[in-house]
């Protein structure tokens, strides 16, 4: 894609300043980025970059005042965020796939596979599967009997969906993730051993869910298993039986939810929090990485971390006492050293 910067200008309803026939090819780090770049400054610990990069292009917001002159064109924008994801969406391009059902896929006779689908080699569709239109199954991706794949569907390689999982619409699903394995479902028994308990649920994704490489998402052991309208899982992700992650929350790598835990919507959860079983996070919830939750957090839009997690606030001020304790422990053994010798 080669495009000039007025034309991109003209896109994202900004403000240009520079040299409006600049050139543009890509997209690139601000660091990083040389000559047919286009680049962006958001967050403020970057601007020293704005003046050394050699990028072609800039994007701005419309209220920064440079310290320094800016080689680079600039574009200025209300949001520089939003006009990034924009142009990284226009530079994507489409995902190169193979057209149509490929010879060397499986597909069950009783399988029903809508038009404008996109089946890879290797790929297998078991019994009464019904996989929507426009969806994008890449090779080696697995859909197991009376499961279904909604429409505009992507599924990398490797992906395998369990029997009796559903799908919705426009969900992406990232390579070697598996919807549906059995939940970890043991009962002890009397001479120490454990016995399998059947898990005869299933696992449910509505509309709109992005999920990363290598995340499990068990199955119910009774029900379902659900990932909510909206919601994008990162990778690694671990998705116990019974679990159900709110509408638009978004959770960052290796995350774990533990059997029955109720997410809430738009909650925000940072990369290895963990949550014990059978609790409920309230709607608007914010999680820090590392954070261990072992209790329900019933008030809305309220901010946590440490583990056990402390309200956040609470938990910094903490933080600030505990950093301190081996200076503190110094002043008390000296302190009880003066006091000894005061005593004799």
């Excluded at 070697?176 to 394995?181: D, E, F, K, P, W």
């Excluded at 479902?185 to 990363?212: C, H, L």
Aim: with cysteine.
């Amino acid at each position: 894609m080669q495009v000039t910067a007025a034309q991109l200008c003209q896109k994202l309803n900004g403000e240009i300043v520079g040299n409006p026939e600049t050139m543009v090819q890509r997209p690139g780090k601000i660091e990083e980025a040389g000559p047919g770049e286009i680049t962006f400054l958001a967050n403020p610990k970057y601007e020293p970059f704005a003046y050394t990069t050699n990028a072609s292009v800039i994007l701005v917001s419309r209220d920064f005042t440079p310290k320094h002159p800016i080689k680079a064109t600039m574009i200025r924008v209300d949001d520089v965020y939003a006009a990034i994801t924009f142009l990284l969406n226009e530079f994507g391009g489409k995902i190169e796939t193979v057209e149509g059902l490929s010879s060397h896929a499986s597909v069950h006779p009783t399988a029903a596979i809508a038009e404008n689908v996109s089946l890879g080699d290797f790929t297998v569709i078991d019994k009464n599967v019904k996989v929507g239109e426009g969806s994008i199954l890449f090779p080696q991706v697995f859909i197991g009997k009376n499961a279904k794949v909604g429409k505009n569907c992507i599924l990398y390689p490797g992906v395998k969906v369990q029997h009796d999982c559903v799908i919705g619409d426009n969900c992406i699903i990232h390579s070697n993730t598996v919807i549906g394995s059995d939940g970890f479902g043991f009962a002890p028994q009397e001479d120490g051993s454990y016995k399998k308990i059947s898990q005869t649920g299933n696992v449910i994704i509505e509309d709109d869910v992005e999920i990363g490489a290598n995340a499990t998402i068990d199955r119910a052991t009774m029900g379902s298993t659900i990932i909510r309208k909206g919601a994008k899982l990162d990778n690694l992700i671990m998705v116990a039986h019974n679990v159900e992650i709110g509408e638009n929350t978004v959770v960052a790598a290796q995350a774990g939810f533990a059997g029955s835990s109720k997410i809430g919507k738009s909650c925000m959860i940072g990369g290895q929090a963990g949550f014990v079983g059978h609790i409920q996070i309230s709607d608007g919830t914010k999680i820090q990485a590392q954070s261990g939750i072992n209790k329900s957090i019933k008030k809305e839009n309220t901010a946590w971390y440490g583990s056990p997690a402390l309200p956040y606030n609470d938990y910094l001020k903490s933080y600030a006492s505990f950093r301190r304790l081996p200076d503190m422990m110094k002043r008390l053994h000296e302190l009880e050293k003066k006091l000894k010798d005061l005593e004799k």
